[in-house]
């Protein structure tokens, strides 16, 4: 007989797939609705020799394929953990409704690993980075964020990985997981408290780690053993 909270689970995740499946038809309808008119100004632009033209449509063309494909991505049977499922179909709407573009990746199979990606300490680390992910993206140029999950070859560590855009300010590692250390100007005492958190997972965690980078996206990579 199933618990309540596994009933509340798998609600959550229809109603999750429920607005996956709504968005992936709007994409659908407008793309269908827009298909005469790129036909046409397609064939104008071909008309008038104009390469310039034909490569901005088709980039907006791409665009429109791209958020179909991503959200095709987003099912519970790729993602076959409801918990994990349901962090990233609501940081997907979160980052849509910034402009951003959320790329996800993942070569492992959950239920393998399920003791893994459901312990509480790293659920609340994936979901501080992630959300610090999106906010970093917001104030880019190229709004986008990468989510990889994979395991080593012996299947003994798991990988996740959250790359991002970010608008360039000068970050101080040393810094970056201190009490009250934050890059953002805005209300800067209500923030710098969620990676000091994450620190302390680690400190006293056996099976996880993180590694940060920057370079032309900002990478935090977890190691969960």
């Given amino acids: 007989m199933e618990t309540i909270k596994s009933l509340k689970l798998k609600i959550e995740q229809l109603e999750s797939q429920n607005r996956i499946l709504l968005n992936m038809y709007e994409n659908v309808r407008e793309f269908k609705h827009d298909y005469g008119n790129f036909i046409q100004i397609l064939d104008g632009y071909s008309k008038m020799n104009s390469m310039e033209g034909v490569k901005k449509l088709c980039n907006k063309a791409k665009l429109s394929y791209r958020d179909v494909n ?30 951003i573009n959320i790329n996800l990746e993942s070569t492992i199979d959950f239920e393998t690993v399920r003791a893994k990606v459901c312990d509480e300490e790293f659920l609340y680390v994936f979901t501080e980075l ?62 710098g408290f969620g990676l000091w958190n994450v620190k302390k997972i680690l400190k006293r965690s056996e099976s996880l780690e993180l590694f940060t980078s920057k370079g032309d996206m900002f990478i935090q990579e977890i190691k969960i053993k």
């Fill in 70 to 99: 991503n959200m095709g991505m987003l099912t519970p049977e790729r993602i076959n953990n409801p918990i994990i499922y349901n962090i990233i179909v609501s940081k997907f709407f979160t980052a849509k409704g910034y402009g």
């Fill in 130 to 191: 992630l959300d610090n992910a999106i906010e970093a993206a917001k104030f880019s140029d190229k709004k986008e964020v990468n989510i990889t999950f994979s395991e080593d070859s012996n299947q003994k560590y798991t990988y996740i990985i959250i790359e991002n855009t970010y608008k360039e300010t000068k970050i101080d590692f040393d810094k970056l997981y201190k009490k009250g250390y934050t890059t953002r100007s805005e209300n800067s005492k209500e923030h």
